[in-house]
């Protein structure tokens, strides 16, 4: 089945890295996401790494993506209070001629000083 | 400017009311997506639409229907509201081809009373 589990709730102090984790069941994946929601916004799309990558780095942001134990996670360097939002980890599967993406529940990080 | 705007924000209606959802882009991509998103639940497709002439159901469509009426505009309708359809909707657009990456409008929040 398709399923993108992720922890429901983070915080860490103000200057400390963030490690957010997110599981997935469907080794098809094409493309993993990360994406972030304030309150009140949409989401933002903050980065994401193909497939066949193990990581990739931007700036303060570094995805780690562990393709045999189905594992991603985003590391935030530097964790500022502007930070704090919800954190929704999708894979995309091609599914029927279109590209599926499956959303975890999202994490919510808090940063406190 | 917002490349994927969404009217109204807000809306409060009452149960048994017909709603109507806008979504407009200046991407210039073809397909279209519609989300609903319940607390603990992320993301879930609704409807989604390639090009003008093609529409698709997604994973949770019963009670809503929706329009392509022109490449930049992709309308959702709830026939006659119920109160679990009290949820944040979320328009969001992606190129198609090669490209997996969806970008998202800044969602609707929607109560039925």
């Known amino acids: 089945g398709e399923d993108v589990e992720q922890s429901l709730f983070l915080s860490v102090r103000e200057g400390d890295s963030s490690v957010i984790n997110c599981t997935y069941t469907d080794s098809s994946s094409t493309y993993l996401y990360w994406y972030k929601q304030e309150p009140g916004a949409g989401l933002q799309l903050l980065t994401y790494?193909?497939?066949?990558?193990d990581m990739k780095q931007d700036q303060r942001l570094t995805v780690l993506l562990n393709k045999k134990d189905k594992h991603l996670s985003l590391r935030i360097a530097d964790t500022q209070t502007g930070d704090s939002a919800i954190y929704f980890c999708?894979?995309?599967?091609?599914?029927?001629?279109?590209?599926?993406?499956?959303f975890g529940a999202g994490t919510r990080l808090a940063v406190h000083p | 400017d917002a490349d994927v705007t969404q009217t109204p924000r807000n809306r409060i209606t009452k149960t048994g009311k017909r709603i109507m959802l806008e979504c407009s882009q200046t991407k210039g991509h073809d397909r279209m997506y519609w989300y609903r998103q319940d607390p603990g639940l992320g993301l879930r497709l609704i409807y989604y639409?390639?090009?003008?002439?093609?529409?698709n159901k997604g994973e949770i469509s019963d009670g809503y229907s929706v329009s392509r009426q022109a490449q930049a505009k992709f309308s959702l309708s709830l026939e006659s509201a119920i109160p679990n359809q009290t949820a944040l909707y979320f328009c969001?657009?992606?190129?198609?081809?090669?490209?997996?990456?969806?970008?998202f409008g800044p969602g609707t929040r929607l109560t039925v009373l």
């Open positions: 639409s390639f090009d003008v002439k093609d529409i």
């Open positions: 790494i193909f497939s066949n990558m």
């Open positions: 969001a657009t992606e190129a198609g081809g090669r490209s997996d990456t969806q970008y």
């Open positions: 999708a894979e995309s599967i091609s599914s029927g001629g279109y590209n599926k993406l499956i």
